[in-house]
């Protein structure tokens, strides 16, 4: 599997970015896709996961402000990013699981200024 991420970039203080990650490979088989986020000094984290069937699941920090979808007819995983934070800033990357395998896309930069 090949993750590409996009979308990332320079947001204020309360704005929005949308966030793509296009797969293409062995997509049929995933389990599972989400997005992750690792912020300077820190380790990376989940940010929220679809399931095959349909399952989301957010990280507490993000729930009400993030939205995870996916767009199957064009294999491409989407993550609505609203009222933004300072402390969203980090770099976000699209995983894929294929049942214990991750695949990770090369990470796009978000940055959010106060």
């Known amino acids: 599997v090949q993750l590409q991420a996009s979308g990332g970039g320079l947001v204020q203080a309360g704005g929005s970015l949308r966030l793509s990650c296009a797969a293409s490979g062995n997509i049929f088989s995933i389990n599972r896709m989400g997005w992750y986020r690792q912020a300077p000094g820190k380790q990376r984290e989940l940010v929220a996961y679809i399931t095959s069937g349909g399952s989301i699941n957010y990280q507490d920090s993000v729930k009400g402000r993030f939205t995870i979808s996916r767009d199957n007819a064009k294999n491409t995983l989407y993550l609505q990013m609203n009222s933004l934070k300072p402390e969203d800033t980090a770099v976000y990357y699209c995983?894929?699981?294929?049942?214990?395998?991750?695949?990770w896309g090369q990470g796009t930069l978000v940055t959010v200024s106060s």
């Open positions: 995983s894929a699981r294929i049942r214990v395998t991750s695949y």
